[in-house]
């Protein structure tokens, strides 16, 4: 009897904890940013190096006999760098959430923080909107905070998520 008791208290003790479908739903969103930043980076990248090789190549003849090439070199070098930026981020947001799916605390704290960066540029673009009196751009900010403040508010205070992380 002593033996199968022990046995019931490893299952217990060896149990993984289950992740909430809320955490599970944001770690997808977060693997969903990261196969469009990483779209949207290839893209840029191909348009670098087209401009890159375009005016090295002086096949823009109009622009580049009024000495312009340079200038479309540098635009090319500008968007590689954007794009390189784009894949360091495309790759935290991938490592944000495989952390958020294995219950990594530091996942949790990352997209809050996420969340609240969403937040204070929402609330910039709202204002923005409100200044040049564009409605979609208004109806769009708050959609942006509303969505972050969701995200935010669920891995902040939401009891069963705190229990799974802790």
Known sequence: M???????KKSE????PVVPDGVKMIAILNYIGFGFMALFSLILVFLGVVLITKSSLNIIEDVTDAGYDILFIMGGLTI?????????????LFFVGK????????ARIACIILGC???????????EGLIVS???YIFLSLLIIS???LIAGYLLFN????EAFS
């Open 2 to 8: 002593s033996g199968q008791n022990q046995s019931d």
């Open 13 to 16: 003790d060896c149990k993984k």
């Open 80 to 92: 590689v760098v954007f794009c390189i930026l784009f894949i360091c981020f495309a790759m935290f």
């Open 99 to 106: 952390g958020l799916w294995r219950l990594r605390n530091w």
């Open 117 to 127: 960066l969403g937040i204070v540029f929402g609330i910039k673009n709202f204002i």
């Open 134 to 136: 564009a409605d979609g």
């Open 147 to 149: 969505f972050n403040a």
């Open 159 to 162: 009891r069963k998520v705190k």
